[in-house]
């Protein structure tokens, strides 16, 4: 196995606090990583089995998706008790040896807190909704029926209907976003942001690094109720909701969005600074999907990172829409920090996608890596994995069964780690997985790209490397990028040192005049063009330049 430059050991999480600004940041999502105990799922000791794998990437920070207690209606987006591990994923104890060996690796840990609702079986919700008098029955946003017996308003759920579902018990509505079964807190009430701040603290003081913050812009919704406006058709897209889901019809603007929840982000930041710790909110919102990352990350008292949806958006990003992307951020999100990804646990993976060869995965990821932010891969993408093939009657995801066929959910793009090519799961448990393995897998599993010096791995662990050895990618700054025909390019620096980037995005032949000065070619090891004497470089189909100097 290729090994990366072994990082120092983290000596508590206090030290180095701005660790987080650049970082590279690997995804699990832990149903799926390694299984333990041959039940089919995969669980926190397999992480911890693997670790000295995910080391060997380079990576600076795992983000490992929920494994706190549920009852599993939405696989653990679904939480019944933040405070605790859920047994199929093992116990405190084992997430405590994974922080230990992580750490001892020079690996960050980063969790996943589900902020805006839990699920219906937690215990404040089964005292919220026994009466409309007791401790917490304002923890929930409930509402009395319109006159008619109708919901309070036109809101919508992402996983289809109205956001409202009947309660018989209180004689009222509540607020769900997504399943029935996973009810919204009610963050006007300030017992519940301090017990969810309570429980931020639980996993710093036990050792996280911080966290990525699902739904971080659905925290807090209108208190007056108003309907969300039409969205008109021209302005709808399919980035947060597939195009067949009415949810893209609003504009949401009351159900969530809200000003308010930036001083939720405070209390939040205020209890994470005394550790050190850093966190990455998902904002979901196709129309102000930046400019809410560019609020939620101004200044040094919000969040530190964000990331939208731009970059998985169904259609390939063009050098046009790169370019225009990386310039709306610099307008509405120069004071704050992105975190780019391409794939993640919610959306079909970027190689099936956006129908990548192996020469367009790799300009890509090379791209990925000198883009201004912080960076987040998805388990298996390091693979080259494509999109897993799911038959309908072996779905688990309930967004999937419900809109299938015209989308297939996301249990493709959950499908098992692919760890040996020579037995039917993949290595990734000796029971019958909870997701079969995907036949097309297999060929790409980890052992059989390692034993391949041209395998996709290999080129991500250098692209990761580059990042690393060179401050300007990481942290530096740049200029406007600029597209040309399928060229798109841009120069990063910092203190005193330059770097120039250019990327074929395209099929065809391209060149590029570089910027005047004493350059010099680098990156020859992921396929970097080297010819740049004449101060103009030719690129080849897929093709990047990376080249330094300094100023």
Known sequence: MTNAMAKAPIEGNTTDKDWWRGAVIYQIYPRSYQDSTGDGIGDLAGIVQRLPYIATLGVDAIWISPFFTSPMKD?????????????????????????????KLGIRILIDLVLSHTSAEHPWFVESRASRDNAKADWYVWSEPKPDGTPPNNWLSIFGGSAWQWDTRREQYFLHNFLTTQPDLNFHCPAVQDALLDVANFWLERGVDGFRLDTINFYTHDQQLRDNPALPKEL???DTAPAVNPYNHQEHIYSKNRPENL????????????????????????QRGLEIMGEYTAGDDLMQ?????????????????????????????????????????????????????????????????????????????????????????????????????????????????????DNANGGFSDGKPWLPVSSAHLGRSVAAEEADPSALIHHYRRAIALRHAHKALSVGEHTP???????????????????????????????????????????????????????????DAWQVCIATRKA
């Open 75 to 103: 696989f653990g987006y679904d939480v019944s008790d933040y405070c605790d591990v859920d047994p199929m994923f093992g116990t405190l104890s084992d997430f405590d040896r994974l922080i230990e060996t992580a750490h």
């Open 481 to 539: 990028l600029q597209a040309a025909g399928n060229i798109v390019y841009f120069t990063r620096s910092f203190e005193g040192a330059e770097i120039f980037c250019a990327f074929n995005v395209g099929d065809d032949l391209g060149d590029v005049a570089m910027p005047k000065g004493d350059w010099t070619a680098i990156a020859a090891d992921i396929g970097g063009a080297q010819d740049i004497a004449s101060g103009r470089v030719k690129l």
């Open 305 to 421: 990172m964000c990331y939208a949806f731009e970059f998985l958006s169904p259609e390939q990003p063009t050098p046009k829409r790169i370019a225009e992307v990386m310039a709306r951020v610099d307008q509405v999100a120069a004071d704050g920090w992105a975190c780019w990804a391409f794939s993640n646990h919610d959306v079909v993976r970027h190689t099936t996608r956006w129908n990548l060869s192996d020469a367009a995965q790799r300009m890509f990821t090379t791209l990925m890596m000198c883009l201004r932010g912080s960076v987040c891969i998805y388990q298996g993408e390091e693979l080259g994995l494509p999109e897993g093939e799911v038959a309908f009657e072996d779905l688990q995801d309930p967004y999937g069964i419900e809109f299938w066929p015209e989308f297939k959910g996301r249990d493709g793009c959950r499908t098992p780690m692919v760890w040996e090519s």
């Open 263 to 286: 001083d939720f982000l405070r209390k939040l930041r205020a209890v994470m600074e005394p550790f050190g710790a850093a966190a990455v909110g998902e904002v979901g919102d196709a």
């Open 236 to 238: 709808r897209n399919a």
